[in-house]
């Protein structure tokens, strides 16, 4: 007898209905997404101007799904920008996400506002995280994690020995936790209270430089 390396007519209709039920399965999980082909995300250092301004409109938009941001131009920066290090994020060369961080040798020149001198855990300088944003489409795909392992690695490699985050966004609070940070004292009662000109911020520090003897 002899094998036949051509399909009969039945297991090409067996092959078609497999095809189909993969078909199937792909839509029922994200009709969105192509399990084939992901998309190509790159991360790089804001190198020009027009790139600059692309980040100052992405950010209100990403802003836009907070209820109590308003803002009248089409995009968004402060001074900070000036001499700070902003990040991107691209997927198939759309921008989706950026963020920004900065060195300081002191509390009070933090963005949004600073922070009192003793803030339990500072240690200077002080590296600064904040001006995370990603597009409201591509939300829940990790990009801030992404950028925040980007920032921290740049600040740490530029010598910050500690690292501030000021969110008013309950949910990164978890995914700066996982990473390392803590939440600083804010109890009257050991003395250790944080200053904040964001009144409702969440003030969260990393210990990226400190030596064996600093760390508690």
Known sequence: SSIS??????????????????DAFNSAI??????????????????????????????VLAWTTVPT????????????DAHAT?????????????????????ASELADGGLSAGTPGLLYPIG???????????????FARRLDQERIAFLT?????SSVSMTIDEHRIPALLRR????????????????CASKNATVLVLDVGATPSERR
């Open 30 to 59: 994200s009709p969105e997404i192509n399990l084939v082909s992901s998309p190509e995300i790159e991360i790089s250092i804001v190198s020009d101007r027009a790139q600059l301004e692309e980040v100052f409109r992405l950010r």
């Open 157 to 161: 490699a530029h010598g910050a020995r």
């Open 69 to 80: 941001f308003r803002h009248e131009t089409p995009g968004w920066t402060d001074a900070h």
């Open 128 to 142: 600064c995280l904040n001006r995370l944003v990603v597009h409201p489409d591509w939300r829940g795909r990790g």
């Open 5 to 22: 390396i051509m399909g009969s007519a039945s297991s090409g209709r067996s092959v078609a209905r497999r095809n189909s039920s993969i």
């Open 180 to 195: 390392g940070f803590v939440r600083a004292a804010t109890s009257a009662a050991n003395g250790s209270v944080v200053s």
């Open 86 to 106: 902003n990040w991107v994020l691209s997927c198939d060369g759309q921008l989706v996400a950026a963020a920004r961080a900065c060195i300081h040798h002191d």
